[in-house]
């Protein structure tokens, strides 16, 4: 989880499937980490509503904070039927 910036390059050294939840800059949305993220077959999340402008700031309210919860319970949900079906395929 984080925002648009070089830290998240770190992303290259994930386990296939980890989800990763991004935070955008606006108005120049950069795609590359969703490029990365969709090469290396990780589950990319972008919550669009928490924003920053290039080297600005990112500002949160209660809202936001609930788009953001949404999101990693949305993320956490979709790894964990993927991890089920993986041992049930396993059992097999």
């Given at each position: 989880?984080?925002?648009h ?7 290259m050294f ?6 990763i939840?991004?935070?955008p ?16 077959n990780?589950?990319?999340?972008s ?6 402008s290039?080297?600005?700031?990112y500002h ?5 904070i ?5 999101t ?7 790894e964990?039927k993927?991890?089920?079906?993986n ?6």
């Open positions: 989880i984080g925002p910036g070089a830290g998240l390059t770190n992303i994930c386990q296939e499937k980890t989800p939840i991004y935070f800059m606006k108005p120049n949305i950069n795609f590359n980490y969703e490029f990365i993220a969709a090469s290396l990780l589950n990319f999340w919550v669009n509503t928490v924003t920053s290039f080297h600005g700031q949160l309210n209660s809202s936001l609930s788009d953001v919860i949404k990693m319970k949305e993320a956490l949900s979709v964990k993927e991890k089920e079906n041992e049930n395929k396993s059992e097999l």
